[in-house]
């Protein structure tokens, strides 16, 4: 079900709407809706990844549990020859977790 909503548009935004729905040969509203549709998705994908970020963050506080950039930088290095290496093996941090918390706040 649709519903209609109402934008208010500077004339320049307008007029550059426009333009592009003629050489797209689409109307104002198509581009408009498209443009919108495309948007929500990119940030509900972004938050979804702010969100996974934050359960890893909170696992790796809460464990001291990590592997490094280089581990994994070397591990992707093999992907695909012959002696590719298993993943890396997560180990707990040098420094306590904690002290991360403190420092990334």
């Known amino acids: 079900m649709t519903s209609p ?12 709407v426009q333009q592009l729905a003629e ?16 948007y929500v998705e990119r940030e509900e994908k972004r938050e979804a990844l702010r969100q996974e970020t934050l359960v890893a963050w909170n ?7 990590h ?7 070397k591990w992707l290095s093999t992907w695909g020859i012959d002696d590719e290496l ?3 093996e997560c180990h707990k941090s040098r420094l306590a977790a904690g002290h991360f918390a403190s420092v990334q706040r």
Not at 59 to 65: K, R, S
């Open 5 to 16: 909503t109402s934008l208010n548009l500077d004339d320049e935004l307008k007029g550059r």
């Open 23 to 38: 050489a797209r040969r689409r109307s104002s509203h198509w581009i408009m809706r498209e443009a919108i549709a495309q």
């Open 59 to 65: 696992e790796f506080e809460a464990t001291g549990l």
């Open 67 to 73: 592997v490094t950039g280089a581990e994994v930088e």
């Open 86 to 88: 298993s993943a890396p």
